[in-house]
């Protein structure tokens, strides 16, 4: 049968496919240095306990394990979160936690919930890639925050708001991606109070922040809200493995009760399996001195790479220097063209991703997104070296 756009949803029209996942078809081969996609160190997963987790949850549970489950998740898992988040410095019952599959599962529920055709999102300009995928398919529009070093502007805010009167305002406060800016306490403090002030939806989108290997650990956006309008996502990909697809979201009622009837609709429940092993992981395991492991290796990575650009990037070019997470943002001359520069980098054998694809509308072309997280210190010093060669040449 041949198909006509006529076939598909009007939705598709405005629809690619993700920058980053076409590029990792090019980085599998062994021979590419790929500071693309954002994985992290698969080195460092922890293979025996979650190995000896599964082996538990299958000797003394394995029906359950096997069978359907409850679609807000896996009460001890959810319970388990309700403790981290408290932790983090929130207070949330656990009824309000829903266990998804990943916390790209989440961005997709929040998207059905409260997007019609045509409404306004705030986001930080650059923002998450794949956010942006998940919310196109709403036909939403996106406006861009102003944003300097220290994360969106809080006072821009309010014009914003009346302007174009948003849906919700999506922001990565920890260790953005793609460009690795933390948002100040201050700035987390006034968001939240604007918010409250102006009845705006926030969408803390947080999967970095336990990856934090410099500065002061800075609490959520949501431990400032007190009108109940942050929903606070987050993840076990960068902490645990991200083939378990494990995130959640915590929502106040009125919000929970309506994305749980949509994730009812969407895949019934989060898989049983996955959500036992991860609870007999984290309650068996020294998971503090596992973060810290990662925390490391990162923090060495990222100053490797640091280093790295300073002695081979030509003048012209600056990078933001991030305090945790997985990436930093390097920012070109003005004429620069990152996306020629992928091209000639690609022959070269080394990828990245180009700034543009962060940018819901125009902008990004002189940036580049570079992760730091999944190459060995010898693998970034070469992979540099070559990016290096290719700007000075």
């Known amino acids: 049968m041949h198909f006509s756009p006529d076939n598909f949803a009007r939705r598709m029209g405005g629809l690619a496919p993700s920058a980053i996942r076409e590029i990792l078809k090019v980085t599998a081969r062994p021979e590419v240095i ?38 807000e998740g896996f009460q001890p898992l959810r319970e388990w979160i309700a403790g981290e988040l408290g932790r983090r410095g929130i207070r949330s019952p656990v009824d309000d936690i829903l266990v998804t599959v990943g916390s790209q599962q989440v961005l997709d529920l929040v998207g059905k919930l409260f997007l019609n055709p045509g409404d306004v999102i705030l986001t930080e300009n650059p923002t998450y890639l794949a956010a942006i995928q998940a919310f196109q398919v709403f036909e939403a529009k996106f406006v861009g925050v102003p944003t300097d070093a220290e994360g969106l502007i809080p006072e821009a805010l309010p014009e914003l708001i009346r302007r174009h ?7 990565i406060p920890n260790f953005q991606n793609p460009t690795g800016i933390t948002l100040t306490a201050g700035r987390r403090e006034a968001l939240a ?7 705006l939806l926030v969408i803390e989108d947080d999967p970095y922040g336990r990856l934090r290997y410099r500065g002061v ?4 956006v949501r431990h400032w809200d007190e009108a109940g309008l942050v929903l606070y996502v987050s993840t076990f990909s ?16 009125e919000v929970f009760n309506r994305l749980l009837v949509l994730k009812q609709a969407s895949d019934l429940h989060t898989s049983s399996f996955d959500q036992r092993v991860a609870h007999a992981y984290l309650t068996a395991s020294d998971v503090p001195a596992h973060l810290e492991k990662i925390r490391r290796c990162y923090g060495e990575r990222y100053g490797v790479m640091d280093a790295a650009l300073r002695a081979e990037l030509p003048a012209g070019y600056e990078w933001t220097h991030p305090e945790g997470g ?19 980098a690609i022959g070269q054998n080394v990828a990245f991703v180009p700034g543009r694809d962060f940018f819901p509308a125009e902008g990004g072309r002189n940036h ?9 210190p010898e693998r ?4 540099v070296r070559r990016l290096g060669a290719i700007l000075r040449g």
């Open 238 to 253: 960068k902490t645990i493995a991200p083939g378990l697809r494990l995130g959640w979201v915590a929502a106040p009622p």
């Open 217 to 220: 650990e800075v609490p959520p």
């Open 165 to 171: 009167r948003p849906k919700f305002l999506y922001t």
């Open 326 to 344: 997985m990436f930093l943002w390097v920012t070109g001359p003005a004429g620069s063209d990152s996306l020629l520069l992928l091209e000639r």
């Open 34 to 71: 790929s500071f693309a996609g954002g994985l992290p160190a698969p080195e460092l997963f922890p293979l025996a306990e979650v190995q000896a987790a599964a082996d538990r949850v299958l000797t003394t549970g394995g029906g359950g394990a096997l069978q359907y489950g409850p679609s």
């Open 193 to 199: 109070r604007i918010a409250a002030e102006h009845g």
């Open 380 to 383: 970034i010093r070469e992979g």
């Open 368 to 376: 580049f997104r570079l992760n730091f997280s999944n190459s060995t």
